[in-house]
């Protein structure tokens, strides 16, 4: 299937198998790993890519689904060698243990940062509802999320 797609700014026209999945497509064909699967059925939050300025699970969204698409994924976070706010911020307060979970609850909270600059804590916690962490206890992740908010 030809499809026409977008990802991280960088427009593509490929023919792709209409049964793979967003995540296979993003680390097997465009060879963007960071992008991580972890439960494969869209409980765990690790593949967590923005589709059009939503988070989704790149694991639940077949290949026909993205016809058109603008996504993001994690390496557009950095631009020019310098990291995200969010990156920062997820250092500065030790939101990183293991790291497996971090690029999709990064990208959880990239999405909900550009839908709205300034979220209150419990709306940091409903952003990253569908991320599992088994690490941090998601208390520096949320501290994390609301340091990016402000240095906004």
Known sequence: MQIEFKVNG???NMDICP????????????????????CGEGECGSCT????????????????QIRGQDILTIEALEKNGQ?????????NNGAIQCGYCTPGMLMSAKALLMANSKPS???IK??????????????????AIKGAAERD
Request: hydrophobic residues 40%; neutral net charge.
């Open 10 to 12: 960088k427009e593509y």
């Open 19 to 38: 049964t793979m999945r967003l995540v296979d497509l993003l680390r097997e064909k465009l060879g963007l790993t960071g992008t991580k699967e972890g």
């Open 49 to 64: 890519v923005i589709m059009n300025g939503k988070a989704v699970n790149s694991c639940l969204v077949l290949v026909p």
């Open 83 to 91: 990291m995200d706010r969010l990156q920062d911020s997820f250092i």
């Open 121 to 123: 804590e419990e709306e």
């Open 126 to 143: 409903i952003a990253i509802s569908g991320n599992l962490c088994r690490c941090t206890g998601y208390n520096k992740i949320v501290t």
